[in-house]
């Protein structure tokens, strides 16, 4: 028979967790800062919609774009908190997760050749989708020093006359950084002066601490050039309800929705529902989701830097990324210590891109009890690698 | 009462027993500003008492609870104000508030079974000057109390990892 597995397919790397991931399994008492998700449950009146739309028949495909009425909504909060101005009906697709968004938006702009310039660390599927469209996926690295913000100069080095597109995330995954306005202005500048096409994963919009999220497209004259993706999983505690959107201007939004209709059609029309409710009625749940991140970002942090794992506060998403090079150990094989010795899950940084070396991500979506007993058996772990 | 008040009663009413240093990273506020402020709540009366919340069904102690509902006839100058004073003076009534609707005052009552909340109700609360009418309803159960479900649902399983 012959090998039917294309190259495309063989190019893409697997995770590079699955080795952790089946080790964690077979264990028992696990906590787990490996997850990047809530740990709370969708808002009760969220499910109550959905269960309520499906007692009524609400099962049917919707159209392409998604609910018109859950398109204003969000036309509506973008423009409120973000200054932000989308037309519900020309410049937006409701996606299966900020996941479809970003391939979509992705195979809408990039052809064979294209270099994709990917800010690192970053959430892992930004190259392999880059990969599967044709393109080039070119690291940024963005390092501790500039507290994990892109760096202009960096960004600078590595564009060449083939790079189109820049992929950002802010508020990141792994690191928690933010960019705010005075640091996306240069940014901003460097997309004009070069033409490049921005995409802007702002999934942990909602997640800030510091300061409000300056939305990229609200920067400089980027708007016409960025394709803004954002979604339900994060802020509403929704990942399972598989809920995103893209924003773009019209045309790049029509290339993107031709692909949406051909490979999903409609986004999952519960979600879509429950999605509705959330954006509508979920606003105090979502703040006190929201102040439950701050109060455990804050003991987290400080925590983490008294045991000896030095880690700049996150000003975003619910990640810390502090640096293991202390303790001797690289990423990898602090994460698998932890994991084998103490029952600990964080990822390794590496994962994330070479940006990410000698860190882990913890995430803090996890009750204040766990983060307490986490804290204490990393400290146990720590002063028994002690010299 | 400002921001940083309202987070502190957030946060205690979650948990009461944290240290005020944890409260005061959780609060982004200096121990020493915790302490005063809890103090000012405290002697404001906004924080009545410490307390656990208690699944009774669970410790199995045999007591059984009533919820009691009373029609009372407001006093001149006082309206429901003295009779309530009266109610609450009862160890067995453990919370006592003035609602709208049908009935004026509402009870909830504890007692060791069924007869002694019966007689409790029959000698002391119906026979009160004012006191019109009663009706008392056993509680068969508690779902929950205070924010806290006593529900032992099953917790869906996470997954260890997702990047
Ligand atoms: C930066 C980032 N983008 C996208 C996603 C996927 O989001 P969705 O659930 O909307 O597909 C995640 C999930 O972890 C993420 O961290």
Not at chain 1, 168 to 187: D, Q, S
Not at chain 1, 320 to 339: C, H, Q, R, Y
Not at chain 2, 39 to 60: F, H, M, P, Q, S
Request: charged share 25%; net charge negative.
């Amino acid at each position: 028979m012959k090998d039917f597995i294309s190259k495309r397919a063989k190019t893409i790397p697997p995770s590079g967790i699955r080795k952790f991931f089946d080790l964690a399994l077979t264990m028992e008492e696990v906590i787990s800062l490996g997850v990047g998700e809530p740990d709370f449950c969708t808002p009760w009146n969220i499910c109550e919609a959905s269960i309520y739309s499906i007692e009524q028949g609400g099962t049917a495909y919707t159209s392409n774009r998604g609910l018109q009425p859950l398109r204003e909504a969000i036309s509506d909060s973008l423009g409120k908190n973000y200054g932000l101005s989308y037309d519900p009906d020309r410049e937006m697709i409701i996606t299966t997760g900020v996941s479809e968004g970003l391939d979509i938006a992705v195979r809408a702009v990039v052809d064979p050749g294209d270099e994709v310039l990917v800010a690192e660390p970053c959430y892992v599927s930004y190259s392999p989708c880059v990969t599967l469209a044709g393109g080039i996926p070119v690291p940024v690295p963005c390092s501790g020093k500039d507290h994990f913000r892109l760096n202009p100069d960096v960004l600078m080095e590595r564009i060449t006359a083939r790079s189109k597109v820049l992929i950002i995330n802010f508020p990141n995954n792994p690191t928690g950084a933010v960019m705010r306005r005075e640091h996306l202005k240069a940014i901003a500048d460097i997309a004009t002066d070069h033409d490049l096409l921005l995409i802007s994963d702002e999934v942990y919009s909602e997640l800030t601490y510091e300061s409000r999220h300056t939305a990229a497209a609200t920067v400089g004259d980027l708007r016409e050039r960025t394709i803004t993706l954002n979604g339900f999983s994060k802020a509403y505690a929704m990942t399972g309800w598989r809920i995103g959107y893209l924003c773009a201007p019209e045309d790049i939004c029509n290339a993107a929705l031709k692909i949406h209709q051909y490979v999903m059609l409609c986004a999952p029309v519960m979600g879509q529902v429950a999605a509705l409710e959330g954006i509508r009625k979920g606003e105090d749940e979502k703040d006190r989701m929201v102040r439950e991140y701050r109060v455990r970002r804050n003991v987290f942090v400080d925590s983490l830097n008294r045991i000896g794992l030095s880690c700049h506060l996150p000003e975003g998403a619910f990640y810390a990324f502090p640096s293991v090079e202390k303790t001797g150990m690289n990423d990898v094989e602090f994460a698998e210590t932890l994991l084998k010795e103490e029952h600990v899950a964080v990822v390794p940084g590496s994962v994330f891109g070479e940006g990410g070396m000698n860190h882990v991500r913890c995430a803090y979506a996890v009750s204040r009890k766990e983060l307490k007993e986490a804290i204490v058996r990393m400290e146990r772990f720590i002063s028994s690698h002690r010299g | 009462m400002d921001e940083k008040d309202l987070l502190i009663l957030q946060i205690l009413e979650d948990n009461s027993r944290l240290s005020r240093d944890e409260m005061a990273l959780m609060a982004e506020l200096e121990p020493d500003e915790i302490e005063t402020r809890i103090a000012a709540l405290e002697e404001g009366g906004v924080i009545r008492n410490y307390t656990a919340v208690i699944d009774w069904d669970k410790a199995v102690n045999g007591e059984v609870a009533a919820i009691i509902d009373l029609k009372v006839n407001p006093e001149r100058d006082y309206g429901y104000d003295r009779i309530a004073d009266r109610l609450s003076r009862f160890r067995q009534v453990k919370s006592l508030r003035l609602v709208t609707g049908v009935y004026d005052l509402q009870l909830m009552v504890t007692g060791r079974n069924m007869q002694e909340i019966a007689r409790f109700v029959s000698e002391y609360i119906a026979p009160m000057d004012r006191v019109r009418e009663t009706a008392t309803h056993i509680i068969m159960r508690t779902y929950k109390e205070y924010g806290h479900s006593f529900m032992d649902r099953e917790t869906t399983e996470r997954i260890p990892y997702s990047l």
